[in-house]
T-cell receptor, first 114, second 115 residues
Framework: DAKTTQPPSMDCAEGRAANLPCNHSTISGNEYVYWYRQIHSQGPQYIIHGLKNNETNEMASLIITEDRKSSTLILPHATLRDTAVYYC???????????????FGTGTQLKVEL | SQTIHQWPATLVQPVGSPLSLECTVEGTSNPNLYWYRQAAGRGLQLLFYSVGIGQISSEVPQNLSASRPQDRQFILSSKKLLLSDSGFYLCARPPRGGRNNEKLFFGSGTQLSVL
């Protein structure tokens, strides 16, 4: 699986957009980008994933650069409850019979403040 | 239901004692199941995964073992705990009917402190 690089921490004012970057310069053509977040003392929560097109759901937007070497997770209106560690993961979806093995790095600690 | 049951929520054990953490899932049959560990201040590390009863794959050499005695039950064990086994242990599964979906659901975790 391709390696990802994320800043260790970021701050964001409540109500503003939080833009979380991720570098994955060694990504291969069939690898997807996944984002999860983990609120303190809880299990990680899936947010969004994409291959090369930008994606949006009720939680966030994912912007993937044209060369796919980096991506940005956007929380359009951050709230205090969005304070969490955000993980960017790059991998090929597992085929049947294998395991959906996700490798988590240390992520970005996002702190949303008043 | 995509429920994952993990217990206990917290556990304090002395060094050298045995360990048994249980994870059970509802709402699906023959799911892939995963055990992750998170040491203090570090990222999540995949320990074991299982694609079916009796089928266990270990990702890292360690003092722990896993078993899948039933379709919806995944157990993490140790015969003798080490201080380095302390951490937050999480069980995970794909959505119902999903063996290939990356949207893993995680349990609420067990915080293990080995003293």
């Amino acid at each position: 699986d391709a390696k990802t690089t994320q800043p260790p921490s970021m701050d964001c004012a409540e109500g503003r957009a939080a833009n979380l970057p991720c570098n994955h310069s060694t990504i291969s053509g069939n690898e997807y980008v996944y984002w999860y977040r983990q609120i303190h003392s809880q299990g990680p929560q899936y947010i969004i994933h994409g291959l090369k097109n930008n994606e949006t759901n009720e939680m966030a937007s994912l912007i993937i650069t044209e060369d796919r070497k980096s991506s940005t997770l956007i929380l359009p209106h951050a709230t205090l409850r969005d304070t969490a560690v955000y993980y960017c993961i790059v991998r090929v979806p597992e085929v049947a019979g294998g395991g959906n093995k996700l490798t988590f790095g240390t992520g970005t600690q996002l702190k949303v403040e008043l | 239901s995509q429920t994952i049951h993990q217990w206990p929520a917290t556990l304090v054990q002395p060094v050298g004692s045995p360990l048994s953490l249980e994870c059970t899932v509802e709402g699906t049959s023959n799911p892939n199941l995963y055990w992750y560990r998170q040491a203090a201040g570090r990222g999540l590390q995949l320990l074991f995964y299982s694609v079916g009863i009796g089928q266990i794959s270990s990702e890292v050499p360690q003092n722990l073992s896993a078993s899948r005695p039933q379709d919806r039950q995944f157990i993490l064990s140790s015969k003798k705990l080490l201080l380095s086994d302390s951490g937050f242990y999480l069980c995970a599964r794909p959505p119902r009917g999903g063996r290939n979906n990356e949207k893993l659901f995680f349990g609420s975790g067990t915080q293990l402190s080995v003293l």
